[in-house]
């Protein structure tokens, strides 16, 4: 047996032992005293569910495999963040923001991602309302303060923020709809892929400089997935020479994910008393261990769908959901998240994550005073 063949076999072992002790509830401590989860459909968990928008996830088929049924996750199962949580030890998953009220846990995070929401305002608005990241961050200012007077002060609420993890997955949107959407934004039109890619890169290092000030110390910053490679893209805009994906639109988001990676370097180096890391998102997505893994349909989702994007309602699904890839046009299945989550949790390539992996910033980081606050 070959050294990558080991891997694959050592990687369908820890999944296939994760999905069964998360079934039955297996939980140890917590490793992280909270939890909090900053991006787009693939994270959130119902806080598009009372917005305005085509851009939700509310409805049957959606989590025909979930405990609680149709919540707002975009999937059939579990998001890559609530098993995430599972691995961190939460006994439960990371609530909604838009869910929360006086009898919520606050202490343990908040999920503040919504469908269709990327770096930039205007983002996705061609289906309706959506939580952008600049007011992602601003709701979790709320938390802060709410968290500061379950405490007692907002120094304690702080100390508390230095040792939770904190989740921004997003951007795939500005690329999926924005940049490639000219008819519609101007982004196309106004700026090459590397003008764009600097543009989103400054208002994210903004915002990620207002987490900081917070009391952020502890960033797991995902990296832009293979957005040329989904059902949508591939229906929308063709492929050609060869190749099985939009290769422009993976061109492009590699360009961005280039200079993330540049971006947690001088984080690191500059914040002498936080630490980043970098998931490598568009590598995982390989489709060469994919297929190894046991996925054999990469490029068509399990629902049907409307307008080649989400699910039609009420709908039946495929039955063997364990074999695809995706399950809608944008979005994985459950059991592709498993995989996508067991890799960021635990790297199982030395490009899976830069420079650590989850479980090795979780279980070294230790939050240490500095007076720096701006960069």
């Not at 140890?28 to 959130?44: E, M, N, R, T």
């Not at 996705?124 to 303060?145: A, F, P, T």
């Amino acid at each position: 047996m070959g050294a990558s063949e080991m891997k694959i076999g050592l990687l369908v072992v820890t999944v296939t032992a994760l999905f069964m002790a998360s079934k039955i509830g297996v939980n140890a401590k917590p490793q992280v005293p909270c939890f909090f989860i900053f991006g787009d459909s693939l994270a959130d968990n119902g806080n598009n569910n009372q917005l305005l928008t085509f851009s939700k996830a509310n409805y049957k088929p959606y989590g025909i495999d979930f405990p609680d049924g149709p919540t707002g996750r975009f999937t059939n199962g579990r998001t890559t963040v609530d098993i995430i949580a599972e691995l961190l030890g939460f006994e439960e998953y990371i609530p909604a923001f838009a869910t929360l009220n006086s009898s919520s846990n606050l202490l343990s995070g908040a999920n503040y991602a919504s469908g269709g929401a990327g770096i930039l305002r205007e983002t996705g608005k061609h289906m309706g309302d959506n939580i952008s990241l600049r007011k992602q961050v601003k709701h979790h200012r709320i938390m802060v303060s709410r968290i500061g007077d379950i405490l007692g002060s907002k120094t304690l609420a702080q100390r508390l923020l230095n040792k939770c993890l904190y989740w921004a997955e997003i951007g795939n949107n500005d690329y999926i709809n924005n940049y490639f959407m000219p008819w519609i934004y101007s982004s196309g039109n106004l700026y090459n892929p590397d003008q764009f890619a600097d543009l989103l890169i400054d208002i994210y290092h903004h915002q990620i400089l207002e987490l900081y000030n917070d009391g952020a110390r502890m960033f797991a910053l995902i990296g832009l997935g293979q957005i040329g490679c989904t059902p949508n893209a591939i229906s929308v805009y063709g492929i050609s020479n060869g190749s099985t994906c939009v290769d422009y639109m993976n061109n492009a988001v590699q360009v961005f994910n280039k200079k993330l990676v540049t971006l947690v370097n001088e984080l690191n180096n500059y914040f002498v008393d936080s630490k980043f890391i970098y998931v490598n998102s568009y590598e995982i997505g390989s489709s060469d261990p994919i297929t190894e893994l046991g996925f054999k349909v990469l490029n068509v989702g399990c629902c049907a769908v409307i307008d080649k994007a989400l699910c039609r309602p009420l709908d039946c699904p495929c039955k063997n959901r364990t074999v695809y890839v995706f399950w809608d046009s944008f979005h994985p299945t459950e059991a592709y998240n498993l995989i996508t989550a067991n890799r960021i949790y635990k790297a199982y390539d030395p490009s899976d994550s830069y420079p650590m992996d989850v479980s090795n910033l979780v279980q070294t980081f230790r939050p240490r005073t500095a007076e720096i606050t701006s960069f």
